[in-house]
């Protein structure tokens, strides 16, 4: 409601909202002229606060409240000419409120009843309402004895000739007064006396006075108006009548009784009816505030102010005067308020704020109530014997006229004075100022008054007046809820006696001061009543009028002032109290004005909705609406959270209680169900017991027979087997002898001569490459100084690396100490588990013992007997296949070697064949390749630079399209200053405001021009991708070129790489055989030490009823396990055997020489050790006689018969038995020989190295040397760091390997403790201790993205882009930390598939990098900064766009943070030509930085000194010019490049881009020096050529030392330096012509001739060039097809391309740095 139009009702919900939410106490002060609504607008205020807050009992308060208005309109309000239903007094009426701000009572305050209309009224005007209603229901019965008659029978109800209002029944309003007070508690006596009193009144306007003479009156006997005042009152006649005519003087010493006048009798009877009146409307005023009284105590209160309105006659008196005075009270207090207090605040609270001119009736006020003002003098002279109002007016004339502004003298009148109101001005009679403002009522009538018989009378005149005092303001300007009444005065007599004597007018100024008091005390609500007219005209509206009450009452100020004001306000805390619901914990800070900015930041978007002060917050109107919308939507969801918990554990609780039911009744049901099933098990274990006895009976008696049986075969048989083994050993045993005697001679001899050629190779080896160490020892010795330069900082980084490896060791010791610590406990722990298991152990193996095993060993002799007839059999097979498969593969090797002689020879031929045409393919195709891909290249950067071009042509007609719409941007907003129509009467007071307008109008035309600027991106995209598509097809026709060149590249590699592995072919294939036998060995062992785990869970955690021995299960797991692994052994012997069959093939087909011979019968011999078997003996040996056939000395050799070998075959089993023992402790020794031998190589040759440069720093001065040992020093340092480096990678992965094993362990013991506690007794439990298990805590693993909100994205923008200062992130931080953080921000919205926020986030990226080089597009270090960061920006989109040709060099890690949802191809085209706009930019600032230097530095200033000492001929008078006109050096040109470099790698710019803008740099020095060269002819001389050879060698010079001479620099200064070499070679003969056109091959004919003509000699011993020379040249040079141009085009930027540079970073360990202002975004 509070945001319709104006009404009354939404005034009224502001005030009780307000009081609601504030908890301060509130005004509605109700204004307007006479007529306007004031009581009307008051009336329905008060009906709302009744509708909607209700009593807080059965009272109905609120219904007394609304009751109060018909009894003080009937007793105060009367008819004028101006309203119909005018109030005649003041009231300010509390309604009180408790603490749910319901209606408890009220209070009401009348101020100036107008008391003269009793006695007179003007015409067309009526008396008091209440008047007109008695006589109107004068016939009721109740009414008879008041004797009243028609309104027209009164004095004092005729006087205005209009005792009618149209459309008013005055007994109807009589009937509801009379209700009223009912409704008040009024009783009827007490109504009738009220009715008698004001019918009293009326009678006693009645009483008539007749003259006795000039000085005395007297009134006729028997007068009947008397005699009925006099019975209604309850007075005696006689005292009446005779005080009526007569008064009492009393002086210091005597009493006089006087008559008065018919006049003054008159006078005396009106001034006794009109305090009559008064004092009754003041009883009724308290018996009212009585019944409206509350004993509950108030809490807060809502004041309704309704107060006669600005009044103008024709005759204006004292009640006018008052009634203005009070309006000009509340005019003040409304300029206060709204105006200045309002504007004080504004200042004091510092928000910005433009002041606003208003109309300040301050000097009226002064006028009236100052010291000597028109109230002052006028009580002044009412003390006066003798004063009159004649002469207060001379008095009013001498002092304030022609002194005052606001004072006026009417012209015809000297009883008149004027003056100027705020809202009129208006004339006042001064005749009956002095006796109203004396209020003058005769002490005798009074007591003939107070001596009535008539109880209610004498009640009226008592003086126990409560006095009411306001609440004292706060200093803020607004008071607390609850108000205090104050206690009545308690004075002295004469203290009372002089209240009584103060004048009206002084009365009403201090009600008035206290009334001001209680509405400044309160926050006030202004309701403006607006007049239509004066006539009382329905549906009129009079325009002039209407405007002259707002301009007059302030209302149009006020609209500028609540249209830029800021009505509601908090303090910090009181925000903060209110508001704490809306915050999250994390948002409130210790300062709490910082946390209410922060939250108000995210609750109201919109900053101009709200100002911050020094101590307040200030809002505009229907922003506290807002937050309170906020807040009891919080506090609701609050309600609905509690209820959902409640009502959820009432059902919780219900189910339980059921469930407890359905499970008693299901325990009872499942009982008995058990019971009859332990009935049925018991009687099933009583059979089986007995059918097991009979049955073991059974089987014993057999199993005895058959036992007794066996024994004796076994006895027989193992005795037999016994003999034949003891033989075979023994054969064997003196066979491996003979083997080991002759293998070891064969060995020595073959090792001695191996190493003879091996020491003389390593020798020559040595001595070779002593020699090259040697040289480049030396050669390093001489560029020490440039190894300085380039470790320069080495030291300090070393220092940190050994700082960062301290502490990480550091961190290592602390780790290895807690784990030593896990460790102890857990050892501690193992030994009491083994302990427990060795125990349970012994029980075990004493149960199997007591159990036996007889079954399974019959079943094992029954398998051995299997497998030995198996193995027989076998090697039988064997044997034969061994001699069969030995014949038929000499017969194969004999074949084959005679083929391999043919097939040799013809390889060769075709080899040398292959070669030859071979060279002749690549030669020509790589003559055609090179013209091919230098004519691709120099058409596709033709077409780069077109495109190029365009660009930045698209680029400037953008930026021209932007300017012109921010002009008519300008032109359709912005309006003229000297054309705005204004009211005449405030155009004055407008003029400041409207130029200030002005300004913000234009500032604020920017940031409405920068919408429009997110829609370019589209348009962008289109234009790109059309100029594109050429660039594209060249590109891929280069790539078609590329390709064919690299596939015939392939194919002559390929054909050399065959010829090079064919002898590699047995090598490699042997290797993979090893490799295949170590991963089926690694497999085998896996295996293995599964099946021990598996063991060992199973005897650990199997229950004790499962693992028992001989239990079922356990026999049955035991007998697989034993299976599996007999399956492993088999399957291994077969993998050995099938191995040295492969690889005795190969053997033969590719025989070897004797070195390889052994290294492979070595390899196998490891093999054969492996074996236990006859069968895999022999097998084994016939794959090695093989392998060694071609060798040099056989083993059937060294015998005729072959004894020997059949020696070799008996003792091979014994001899492996005993070799593989040895043979793992020789290789455990060897491994310890061969570290310790590395150990000493390595100290050796650090100790030759240290001898070397000893002596080399010997040689050397002191200073070298000191250099040469930092060098030595850096370059120790660097290695030790890497070696640390190498062991901390080493730690890091045994501490992570280590913390693995403890969880395992952990988990093992938990496992363990949990098997345990099961088997443990109660009281154990309770014994043991508990130990405290460590659970590690999980590092938490960011995922390289960044997360934002939608609505913080102009913020990040801002920050990251458009604030950012680059000097600070180039020093401080990671070169492209922009670009890498809105990557990861790009990351994120990819991540949640948000197609919006990509699209939203690059294009105010792309639009703010745009706004940023427009605004500083002129610093060097802002754009290299933003080129550096796009160029990034491009790489990371290309490197994590998941393309294969972009992912090569990543990470696995890098892969997996590859865009997953969205192809940015577009985008990335539009990022390249923006850093194609950027770096165009770039080259436009070097431009422009180094234009000025370069014809000074390169050719005015003399590098070299004397060598244009002497000026050219014909130069003479030109004498200081050239000197005085440079200002920069070559220098100076060195350092501005110097400053470019070192910026851009600071930027971290890729070196590629860098190469690229120092070509542009030096194509932009040659260009322009070549061109000044050729436009001055002082320049072309002999010396200056020199010059200028010598400052280009100092610019190549510059390119060596940053490495860039791989950029392309260099060649763009060749037209100038070939125009230097014109200058200086000889120009006379025709071989110098030939020479000059062979060398100038870089510049135009019209260049070379022009440099010609130019040239001037400086001495005599040069001459010039003839001009048949000239014509010579030109002769030569016609044929020559180049540009007719002579200058070079300085302007010229050369295409720019951007390789791939992907970046090693992980983005995962990016950290935002808090100097950014990124704390809104978080990792993810």
């Keep these: 409601m509070g945001d319709m139009d104006p009404h009354i009702f939404a005034v009224a919900e502001e005030a009780y909202k307000q009081m ?4 301060r106490n509130q005004s509605i002060i109700v204004s307007g002229e006479s007529g306007a609504g004031k009581t009307v607008s008051a009336k329905y205020a008060m009906r709302y606060f009744a509708t909607v807050s209700g009593s807080a009992s059965e009272a109905n308060v609120e219904e007394k409240v609304l009751a109060s208005n018909p009894i003080m309109e009937s007793i105060g309000n009367a008819k004028t000419t101006r309203n119909d239903n005018s109030s005649r007094f003041g009231k300010y009426i509390e309604i009180g409120f408790d603490k749910r701000y319901r209606i408890i009572g009220a209070n009401m305050r009348t101020y100036l009843l107008e008391k003269s209309r009793v006695v007179f009224q003007a015409e067309e005007e009526r008396n008091y309402h209440i008047f007109y209603q008695l006589c109107a229901s004068a016939k009721l019965p109740e009414f008879k004895m008041l004797r009243l008659g028609n309104a027209d029978d009164f004095n004092y109800t005729q006087q205005g000739g209009s005792p009618v209002i149209e459309g008013v029944d005055d007994a109807k309003e009589m009937a509801h007064t009379r209700q009223a007070c009912t409704l008040l508690g009024i009783s009827e006596s007490h109504q009738m006396g009220i009715f008698r009193i004001l019918a009293g009144i009326l009678h006693l306007g009645n009483v008539g006075f007749t003259s006795r003479d000039a000085d005395s009156c007297t009134i006729p006997p028997k007068h009947e108006p008397l005699c009925i005042f006099c019975d209604l009152m309850g007075v005696d006649y006689e005292e009446m009548c005779h005080w009526l005519c007569h008064r009492k003087l009393a002086t210091a010493t005597e009493t006089y009784i006087k008559p008065i006048s018919k006049l003054q009798a008159t006078n005396a009877r009106d001034a006794l009816a009109k305090h009559i009146y008064a004092k009754l409307f003041n009883w009724i005023v308290d018996n009212v505030n009585q019944a409206l009284h509350s004993a509950v105590k108030q809490h807060s209160f809502i004041g309704v102010l309704d107060i006669y309105g600005f009044e103008t ?33 504004y200042m004091k609270e510092q928000i910005p704020w433009t002041l606003i001119d208003f109309y300040d009736n301050q000097p009226c006020i002064n006028l009236i109530e100052s010291k000597l003002g028109i109230l002052d003098l006028l009580d002044e002279e009412c003390k006066m014997p003798k004063g009159t109002d004649d002469t207060w007016a001379q008095k009013l004339y001498n002092t304030h006229l022609n002194k005052c502004t606001l004072f006026e003298k009417p012209r015809l009148s000297n009883k008149a004075f004027i003056i100027q109101h705020f809202a009129d001005k208006v004339e006042y009679q001064c005749e009956g100022f002095l006796e109203k403002n004396k209020d003058t009522v005769f002490e005798e009538q009074i007591k003939v008054l107070k001596s009535s018989k008539f109880k209610m009378l004498p009640e009226l005149f008592q003086d126990d007046e409560k006095a009411i005092s306001p609440t004292s303001a706060t200093s803020s300007g607004r008071t607390p809820l609850t108000r205090i009444p104050a206690k009545p005065t308690k004075g002295r007599p004469g203290q009372m006696a002089k209240e009584h004597k103060k004048t009206v007018g002084h009365q009403f100024r201090n009600s008035l001061h206290l009334l001001m008091e209680t509405l400044n005390a309160t926050t006030p609500h202004y309701v403006r009543c607006i007049k239509p007219n004066d006539f009382k005209f329905p549906f009129t509206f009079d325009e002039k009028r209407a405007v002259q009450q707002l301009r007059a009452c302030g209302v149009l100020e006020t609209i500028r002032i609540s249209a830029a004001g800021f009505p509601s306000r908090w303090t910090y805390q009181e925000f903060f109290s209110r508001y704490r619901v809306l915050m999250k914990q994390k948002d409130v800070l210790s300062d709490r004005k910082q946390t209410c900015k922060n939250v108000l930041e995210k609750l109201i978007l919109d900053k101009d909705k709200y100002q911050f002060g020094k101590t307040k917050i200030f809002f505009r109107a229907g922003q506290v609406a807002y937050l309170e919308k906020l807040r009891a939507d919080k506090l609701r969801a609050a309600c609905i959270r509690i209820q959902k918990t409640i009502r959820g554990w009432l059902l919780r609780k219900k189910y339980l209680r059921m469930r407890k039911a359905a499970i008693t009744v299901q325990r009872y049901v499942r009982g008995y169900q058990a019971r009859c099933y332990a009935k ?86 040595r001595r070779m490459m002593a020699k090259r160490e040697l040289k480049k020892l030396k050669i390093e010795a001489r560029s020490v100084e440039r190894y300085k330069k380039l470790h320069i900082g080495m030291e300090n980084k070393i220092m940190q690396l050994q700082r960062k490896v301290d502490e990480q060791n550091k961190d290592y010791k602390c780790l290895v100490e807690k784990l030593t610590n896990l460790e102890g406990i857990y050892n501690s722990e193992t030994e009491k588990l083994r302990s427990d298991l060795e125990r349970l152990q012994l029980s075990e193996e004493e149960a199997k013992v007591a159990t036996g095993r007889v079954l399974s060993l019959q079943e094992e002799i029954a398998k051995l007997r299997k497998d030995l007839e198996q193995t027989r059999s076998e090697k039988k097979c064997i044997e034969e296949r061994a001699d069969q498969y030995k014949q038929e593969t000499e017969q194969l090797v004999s074949n084959l070697k005679e083929e391999n002689t043919l097939l040799k020879q013809e390889k060769e031929a075709l080899n040398h064949r292959i070669v030859e045409q ?78 200030s307008s002005e300004i913000a109008e234009m500032e604020d035309i920017p940031s409405r021009t920068e919408e429009p600027s997110e829609k370019k991106v589209p348009l962008d995209m289109s234009l790109f991708l059309k100029l594109q598509k050429r660039v594209t097809e060249l590109e891929q026709e280069k790539q078609v070129m590329q390709d064919e060149l690299d596939r015939k590249e392939e194919q002559v590699l390929r054909s050399k790489a065959k010829e090079e592995e064919r002898p590699q072919i047995r090598g490699a294939e042997l290797e993979y055989e090893s490799l295949k036998r170590q991963e089926l060995e690694s497999e085998n062992k896996k295996l293995k030490n599964e099946l021990n785990e598996l063991r060992k869970a199973l005897s650990e955690k199997s229950a004790p009823e499962v693992t028992a021995p001989g239990a079922p299960a356990y026999r049955v797991l035991m007998e697989q396990l034993t299976s599996v692994s007999e399956e492993l052994d088999v399957r291994k012997e077969e993998v050995l055997i099938l191995r040295s069959q492969l690889v005795s093939q190969k053997e033969a087909i590719h025989p070897k020489d004797d070195k390889n011979t052994m290294t492979d019968s070595t390899i196998l011999l490891e093999d054969v050790q492996k074996m236990k078997d006859k069968g895999e003996i022999a097998q084994a040996y016939i794959g090695l006689k093989e392998t060694n056939r071609s060798s040099a000395l056989d083993y059937r050799e060294l015998n005729e018969d072959g004894e020997l070998w059949l020696v070799y075959e008996g003792l091979k089993q014994a001899n492996r038995l005993l070799e593989s023992q040895l043979q793992s402790q020789k290789r455990s020794h060897e491994n310890e020989a061969e570290a310790l031998r590395g150990e000493i190589q390595s100290l050796k040759e650090e100790n030759n190295r240290q001898q070397q440069l000893l002596a080399q720093n010997l040689q050397l001065p002191p200073e070298a040397r000191i250099e040469a040992s930092l060098q030595h020093e850096i370059t120790r340092l660097t290695n030790e760091n890497l070696d640390l480096m190498e062991q901390l990678e080493k730690q890091d992965k045994t501490v992570r390997k280590l913390k693995k094993q403890l969880k395992v362990f952990a988990k093992k013991i938990g496992e363990l403790e949990v098997g345990q506690m099961e088997n443990i007794s109660p009281g154990q439990i309770i014994d043991e201790p508990i130990r405290p298990v460590n659970i590690p805590r999980k590092e938490k693993d960011f995922q390289g993205m960044l997360e934002y909100k939608k609505e913080d994205e102009q913020k990040l923008v801002k920050n990251l882009i458009l604030e950012l200062k680059p000097r600070g992130v180039a020093v401080n931080l990671i070169p492209g930390l922009p670009a890498y953080i809105l990557f990861m921000c790009v990351r994120h919205a990819d991540y949640l598939n948000d197609d919006q926020k990509v699209r939203s986030l690059l294009t105010s990226t792309i639009n703010s990098i745009k706004k940023v080089l427009k605004k500083r597009g002129d610093d060097f270090e802002t754009v290299s900064f933003w080129l550096s960061n796009t160029c990034r920006f491009l790489h990371c989109l290309k490197q994590y766009s998941g393309e294969e040709g972009f992912m090569k060099h990543n990470t696995s890690r890098q892969n997996e943070h590859c865009l997953t949802n969205f192809d940015l191809a577009e985008y990335r085209q539009v990022l390249s030509d923006l850093a194609i706009q ?25 590098t070299i000194q004397g060598v244009s000492g002497v000026k050219p001929t014909g130069l003479r008078k030109r004498t200081s010019s050239i000197a005085d006109e440079g200002t920069y050096t070559l220098d100076s040109i060195l350092r501005q490049l110097n400053s470019f470099h070192s910026v851009m790698c600071q930027h971290g710019m ?8 120092v070509k542009q740099m030096f194509y932009i020095v040659g260009a322009i020096t070549l061109n000044n060269l050729l436009l001055r002819k002082d320049m072309c001389s002999w010396s200056k050529g020199m010059q200028i050879r010598y400052n280009v060698s100092q610019l190549e010079e510059w390119l060596r030392d940053k490495n860039l001479m791989n950029s392309g620099a260099k060649e763009t200064l060749e037209p100038l330096i070939q125009a230097a070499q014109l200058l200086q070679v000889k120009k006379k003969t025709d071989d110098d012509a030939e020479a000059i056109c062979s060398m100038c091959n870089a510049l135009t004919t019209a260049q070379i001739v022009k440099v010609l003509n130019l040239y001037t000699p400086v001495n005599e011993f040069e001459e010039r060039v003839s001009v048949s020379f000239i014509r010579t040249i030109q002769m030569r040079l016609r044929d020559r097809k180049d540009s007719p141009q002579l200058l070079m085009d300085a302007k010229h930027i050369f295409p720019v391309t951007f390789p791939f540079n992907p970046s090693s970073l992980a983005l995962e360990t990016i950290q935002i740095p808090a100097s950014l202002g990124l704390g809104f975004i978080s990792r993810v």
């Design 918 to 995: 071979a060279k002749e393919m690549t030669e020509t195709m790589e003559k055609k390749l090179v013209e091919e891909t230098k004519q691709l290249e120099l058409d596709l950067n033709d077409e780069r630079l077109r495109y190029q071009n365009l660009l930045n042509e698209f680029s400037r007609l953008e930026e021209r399209y932007d300017d012109l719409k921010e002009e008519m941007t300008l032109m359709v907003h912005v309006p003229k200053p000297g054309h705005r129509r204004t009211d005449s009467t405030h155009s004055s007071n407008e003029s400041e405001y409207t130029f």
């Design 20 to 23: 609601a939410r504030d908890e």
């Design 680 to 765: 049925f098990l018991r009687r099933t274990k009583a059979a089986t017991i007995i059918q097991k006895y009979w049955r073991m009976f059974v089987v014993c008696r057999r199993y005895k027979i058959r036992r007794a049986a066996t024994i004796v075969l076994q006895s027989y048989l193992r005795g037999f087997l016994a003999r034949n083994r003891y033989r075979k050993i023994l054969r064997e045993h003196k066979a491996v002898i003979i083997q080991k005697r002759v293998r070891g001679w064969l060995a020595r001899t073959h090792y001695k001569r191996s190493m003879h050629a091996i020491i003389y190779l390593q020798c020559c080896f």
């Design 1478 to 1502: 950027i770096y165009q930019q770039l080259v436009r600032v070097l431009e422009n930085i180094l234009q000025p230097m370069i014809v000074s530095g390169m050719l005015e200033h003399e």
């Design 313 to 345: 006659f024709e005759i204006n008196s004292f009640e006018q005067f008052c009634i203005n005075y009070a309006n000009e009270k509340l005019q003040q207090q409304f300029n206060m308020h709204v105006f200045k207090l309002e504007q004080e605040e």
């Design 1550 to 1557: 890729d070196p590629e881009l860098i190469k690229q803008v």
